[in-house]
């Protein structure tokens, strides 16, 4: 089932939530709404649930398959959706919590009591937490609450399986677990997902299409790659991984990065850690002065950080082969060479300067 | 040194147990104790005589009918109020939050000047009233507001922190699942609340019997008529007939010993769930 989401606007008071917001989600993708709090996303999620409604003056919709179900109530949407933080009814098992939504339905769609029995043990055996069918939501883990609100959001078979920061609750290693296990998930079912997360990485791992945003509105959408390789503005730049940012001018046509502390105003150069090579003599094209602060050796990258002339700080990613080769210390004067960069003008807008 | 702290210890704990119980023994052991002695003073057959005599029993039945028609009443509207002001933003929540907490600002006694400043005979509805040939002051119906007046907050103030602390997630997970309005009230919201709202109305029943305040200002003591249990109490003190009141006394003694096993069974149940179903 395929997501419409066309001219969607909201408002809180005077906080403007989503500005006018168009998106085309695509039958069977599992889409990521990445972005930094406050930027929309998880309002937008609450309004494609129902949970939430768009201000009427924009006339905005929202349409599965290009039924428009915009003055559906969320539980005439027949959606899934799972909380960050679960959600799961306290006062019922897990059984009873997943077969919730089969017995809420109307006495002539209801199915029998055999046949819910067996709904919800495949469901169960889907997330893998068949032994826990008789406990409470209490007596299990985060991972194990988040398995089974997945599983109950899935037992009315939904038009589409929305996820609000689903993993924001977790500790660092049962989210990757959790990550893959989704992915996973996803390729065997096929329902069409979006997912709000303001973790990158879990965008770019998970996804098969990231959508950007940024204070209501939508910045980028790509598949992980494009957005990464590709960022469309200094904000996706900035938000998708770590960069470094220099600050220069425009001199003669030509962006000059000094280091000196005065360049405030002017050009920015982002470079990220991996693109940036560090030399002991200047080369012959642009390369930024700056002093070793410190090395660390110790994991799969040697992580370099140095100062500027701005006493701003830079991170150096390279192979260990790499810094064999030249080696270089605490307090050393070396000099930055980007291999990869952007330029961005005051008004963020890309420049496309020779450097 | 051990020791003597512990000795220190030791005395000064028994001096704060003594006191304590010094405390609970005469201010409400002693004063219970007391009731059913004086309720037993001429023997068991002057107190069933007492408790037996149609003014008293006309003062039971009222007590228990004015309870009886309050306790739903108020179990309703403080469920609705509570749930309006712990699951909802709106404008006048504040104020909603004033009115439900006003009965507990107001001495019952100015509640029950305002009952008879509204409907009694020279009171804003007096005319309208006396034109239909409708009695509220000193009657029945003056009693049945004044308790509801009163016993307004309990419910309401039981449920609100209690609803506010759950949050709405779990209503809005039943709805996203299909559920209609009240199946998510009375599959979710209710049995997440029930014993708070049993505490609540435990309460409200207890003072339902024993308000006295509000009830004496609309009543009008018409013995056999409108004399609730606790003023009927009082008139017979005053005229005294020390064994008959205190006879009364003893019923309504007897009524608040019920309501507080009751109380107690409903915290540790309450307490139990919450173990079992704490923070999910």
Same mark, same amino acid.
């Given at each position: 089932?395929?997501?419409?989401?066309? @001219?969607?606007? %909201?408002?809180?008071?005077?906080? =403007?939530?989503? @500005?006018?917001? @168009?998106?085309?989600?695509?039958?069977?993708? *599992?889409?990521?709404?990445?972005?930094?709090?406050?930027?929309?996303?998880?309002?937008?999620?609450?309004?494609?649930?129902?949970?939430?409604?768009?201000?009427?003056?924009?006339?905005? =919709?929202?349409?599965?398959?290009?039924?428009?179900?915009?003055?559906?109530?969320? #539980?005439?949407?027949?959606?899934?959706?799972?909380?960050?933080?679960?959600?799961?009814?306290?006062?019922?098992?897990?059984?009873?919590?997943?077969?919730?939504?089969?017995?809420?339905?109307?006495?002539?769609?209801?199915?029998?009591?055999?046949?819910?029995?067996?709904?919800?043990?495949?469901?169960? %055996?889907?997330?893998?937490?068949?032994?826990?069918?008789?406990?409470?939501?209490?007596?299990?883990?985060?991972?194990?609450?988040?398995?089974?609100?997945?599983?109950?959001?899935?037992?009315?078979?939904?038009?589409? *399986?929305?996820?609000?920061?689903?993993?924001g609750a977790l500790d660092a290693q049962v989210r990757t677990?959790?990550?893959?296990?989704?992915?996973?998930?996803?390729?065997?079912?096929?329902?069409?997902?979006?997912?709000?997360?303001?973790?990158?990485?879990?965008?770019?791992?998970?996804?098969?299409?990231?959508?950007?945003?940024? %204070?209501?509105?939508?910045? =980028?959408?790509?598949?992980?790659?494009?957005?990464?390789?590709?960022?469309?503005?200094?904000?996706?730049?900035?938000?998708?991984?770590?960069? #470094?940012?220099?600050?220069?001018?425009?001199? @003669?046509?030509?962006?000059?990065?000094?280091?000196?502390?005065?360049?405030?105003?002017?050009?920015? *150069?982002?470079?990220?850690?991996?693109? *940036?090579?560090?030399?002991?003599?200047?080369?012959?094209?642009?390369?930024?002065?700056?002093?070793?602060?410190?090395?660390?050796?110790?994991?799969?990258?040697?992580?370099?950080?140095?100062?500027?002339? =701005? #006493?701003?700080?830079?991170?150096?990613?390279?192979?260990?082969?790499?810094?064999?080769?030249?080696?270089?210390?605490?307090?050393?004067?070396?000099?930055?060479?980007? %291999?990869?960069?952007?330029?961005?003008?005051?008004?963020?807008?890309?420049?496309?300067?020779?450097? | 040194?051990?020791?003597?702290?512990?000795?220190?210890?030791?005395?000064?704990?028994?001096?704060?147990?003594?006191?304590a119980l010094l405390i609970v023994g005469v201010l409400i052991?002693?004063?219970?104790?007391?009731?059913?002695?004086?309720?037993?003073?001429?023997?068991?057959?002057?107190?069933?005589?007492?408790?037996?005599? /149609?003014?008293?029993?006309?003062?039971?039945?009222?007590?228990? &009918?004015?309870?009886?028609?309050?306790?739903? !009443?108020?179990?309703?509207?403080?469920?609705?109020?509570?749930?309006?002001?712990?699951?909802?933003?709106?404008?006048?929540? $504040?104020?909603?939050?004033?009115?439900?907490?006003?009965?507990?600002?107001?001495? /019952?006694?100015?509640?029950?000047?305002?009952?008879?400043?509204?409907?009694?005979?020279?009171?804003?509805?007096?005319?309208?009233?006396?034109?239909?040939?409708?009695?509220?002051?000193?009657?029945?119906?003056?009693?049945?507001?004044?308790?509801?007046?009163?016993?307004?907050?309990?419910?309401?103030?039981?449920?609100? /922190?209690? +609803?506010?602390?759950?949050? $709405?997630?779990?209503?809005?997970?039943?709805?996203?699942?299909?559920?209609? &309005?009240?199946?998510?009230?009375?599959?979710?919201?209710?049995?997440n609340i029930k014993w708070g709202l049993l505490y609540g109305?435990?309460?409200?029943?207890?003072?339902? +019997?024993?308000?006295? &305040?509000?009830? $004496?200002?609309? $009543?009008?003591?018409?013995?056999?008529?409108?004399?609730? !249990?606790?003023?009927?109490?009082?008139? !017979?003190?005053?005229?005294?007939?020390?064994?008959?009141?205190?006879?009364?006394?003893?019923? !309504?003694?007897?009524?608040?010993?019920?309501?507080?096993?009751?109380?107690?069974?409903?915290?540790?149940?309450?307490?139990?769930?919450?173990?079992?179903? &704490?923070?999910?």
């Amino acid at each position: 089932m395929s997501i419409s989401i066309q @001219n969607i606007h %909201k408002t809180f008071g005077a906080f =403007q939530a989503l @500005n006018h917001v @168009n998106l085309e989600v695509p039958s069977g993708e *599992l889409t990521a709404l990445l972005g930094p709090s406050g930027s929309g996303k998880t309002t937008l999620l609450r309004i494609v649930a129902g949970l939430e409604s768009p201000d009427p003056q924009a006339q905005g =919709q929202i349409l599965f398959d290009g039924v428009p179900v915009t003055d559906n109530p969320v #539980n005439r949407r027949q959606v899934g959706f799972v909380f960050q933080h679960y959600a799961l009814f306290r006062h019922m098992t897990v059984f009873e919590n997943i077969a919730f939504g089969l017995r809420v339905k109307p006495r002539g769609q209801r199915p029998s009591k055999d046949e819910i029995r067996e709904r919800v043990f495949s469901l169960l %055996k889907l997330v893998q937490l068949e032994q826990l069918a008789q406990r409470f939501p209490s007596q299990l883990s985060g991972g194990q609450r988040q398995r089974i609100a997945l599983a109950r959001a899935l037992a009315i078979q939904p038009k589409v *399986l929305l996820l609000d920061e689903p993993f924001g609750a977790l500790d660092a290693q049962v989210r990757t677990e959790l990550r893959r296990w989704l992915r996973h998930l996803h390729d065997t079912i096929h329902v069409t997902s979006i997912f709000v997360t303001h973790d990158q990485e879990e965008a770019l791992e998970v996804a098969d299409r990231i959508v950007v945003m940024n %204070k209501g509105r939508i910045e =980028q959408v790509g598949a992980p790659d494009e957005v990464f390789q590709n960022p469309a503005s200094e904000f996706v730049m900035k938000f998708l991984g770590d960069v #470094n940012v220099f600050h220069g001018r425009v001199h @003669n046509e030509r962006a000059v990065f000094t280091g000196e502390a005065h360049e405030e105003a002017g050009v920015r *150069l982002l470079v990220r850690p991996h693109d *940036l090579a560090v030399q002991v003599q200047p080369g012959a094209g642009l390369s930024i002065p700056a002093r070793v602060y410190r090395v660390m050796t110790a994991g799969p990258l040697v992580k370099i950080e140095l100062l500027d002339g =701005q #006493n701003r700080l830079v991170q150096v990613h390279v192979p260990h082969e790499t810094y064999r080769a030249t080696p270089v210390h605490s307090e050393q004067q070396v000099y930055l060479v980007p %291999k990869e960069s952007r330029l961005y003008g005051q008004d963020s807008e890309r420049l496309e300067y020779v450097i | 040194m051990n020791d003597t702290k512990a000795t220190t210890g030791f005395w000064s704990n028994a001096a704060l147990t003594a006191a304590a119980l010094l405390i609970v023994g005469v201010l409400i052991v002693l004063p219970l104790l007391v009731v059913l002695q004086q309720a037993f003073a001429e023997g068991a057959a002057a107190w069933l005589a007492s408790v037996a005599e /149609p003014d008293a029993r006309a003062a039971v039945w009222l007590t228990l &009918g004015v309870t009886a028609a309050v306790v739903p !009443l108020n179990t309703a509207f403080g469920l609705a109020a509570a749930w309006a002001i712990a699951k909802f933003r709106f404008k006048g929540r $504040s104020l909603l939050l004033s009115l439900v907490d006003l009965p507990f600002a107001v001495s /019952p006694v100015i509640a029950g000047l305002v009952f008879i400043l509204v409907f009694g005979r020279h009171g804003w509805l007096g005319n309208w009233l006396d034109a239909h040939n409708l009695r509220v002051v000193f009657a029945v119906p003056g009693i049945l507001l004044a308790t509801l007046f009163v016993t307004f907050p309990f419910v309401a103030r039981e449920l609100i /922190p209690l +609803m506010a602390e759950q949050g $709405s997630e779990e209503e809005q997970a039943a709805l996203s699942l299909g559920a209609t &309005g009240w199946q998510t009230f009375v599959k979710v919201t209710l049995p997440n609340i029930k014993w708070g709202l049993l505490y609540g109305v435990i309460l409200c029943n207890a003072r339902a +019997m024993g308000e006295f &305040g509000a009830v $004496s200002v609309v $009543s009008g003591h018409i013995r056999g008529e409108t004399n609730t !249990l606790p003023l009927h109490v009082e008139v !017979l003190y005053n005229e005294y007939s020390f064994t008959a009141a205190f006879a009364c006394a003893s019923i !309504l003694a007897g009524l608040a010993i019920v309501t507080l096993v009751l109380k107690t069974v409903v915290e540790i149940k309450g307490e139990q769930a919450a173990d079992n179903g &704490g923070e999910a």
